[in-house]
């Protein structure tokens, strides 16, 4: 739910985890990354492919659209005993 942040005064932009260039396009002039994507399948590949193949290529996008601030907040790992650690 994005609405408490825009009622703060944020601009929300949206990109596909799995899409480069839809991240390039939400990174583009903006100051601070806050993401808390995460998959909404279960398994070990949807996991890899969005969760750690994504947030690396959001990450990407951002350092190539010079953000200076990264927000990462996620569940996944949080436990230490989760099965699927993240980075």
Do not use: M, W
């Not at 944020?10 to 993401?35: E, K, Q, R, Y």
Request: glycine share 10%; aromatic share 4%; charged share 15%.
């Amino acid at each position: 739910n994005h609405a408490p942040l825009a009622g703060a005064g944020a601009t929300v932009a949206f990109g596909d985890l799995t899409d480069p260039a839809s991240l390039a396009h939400a990174c583009a002039g903006v100051h601070t990354v806050i993401t808390t994507a995460s998959v909404s399948k279960t398994g070990t590949d949807a996991i890899e492919h969005v969760d750690l193949q994504g947030t690396s290529r959001l990450i990407e996008a951002a350092r190539q659209a010079g953000v200076r601030h990264f927000v990462f907040v996620s569940t996944v790992g949080a436990s230490p005993e989760s099965p699927h650690p993240l980075f």
